[in-house]
């Protein structure tokens, strides 16, 4: 059974840097795609990146690309959201969520099967 723990929310100031990080267990062959999503309460969930576990492809959404980076660490079975330049509009719960096989364009949570529980983060001064 594929499981998906998050971890490293918390409370940050604006122009500040956070690190997520999702602990991936149980997937029975090493071809899968892991995407964070966030959601902010009042708003839908909202797509913010994605890796494939093979050539760790990447994809971002435009309200975060240069700000946010995504990567893999195979051996300790880890993806990490490196969050720099956070703005308020940041704050949400976000979730870490994986599928077998690689990532279909438009970071769209419907596409993925297993979900964390997600951790909080909080941007604000």
């Known amino acids: 059974e594929v499981q998906l723990v998050e971890s490293g929310g918390g409370l940050a100031q604006p122009g500040g840097s956070l690190k997520l990080a999702c602990d991936v267990s149980?997937?029975?062959?090493?071809?899968?795609?892991i995407g964070w999503f966030r959601q902010a309460p009042g708003k839908e969930r909202e797509g913010v990146s994605c890796i494939n576990s093979v050539d760790a492809k990447t994809d971002y959404s435009d309200s975060v690309k240069g700000r946010f980076t995504i990567s893999i660490d195979r051996a300790k079975n880890k993806v990490v959201l490196q969050m720099n330049s956070l703005k308020p509009e940041d704050t949400a719960v976000y979730y870490c969520?994986?599928?077998?096989?690689?990532?279909?364009?438009?970071?769209?949570?419907?596409?993925?099967?297993?979900w964390g529980l997600g951790t909080q983060v909080t941007v604000s001064s």
């Open positions: 149980g997937f029975t062959y090493n071809d899968y795609a």
């Open positions: 969520a994986a599928k077998y096989g690689d990532f279909p364009d438009g970071l769209d949570g419907d596409d993925y099967d297993f």
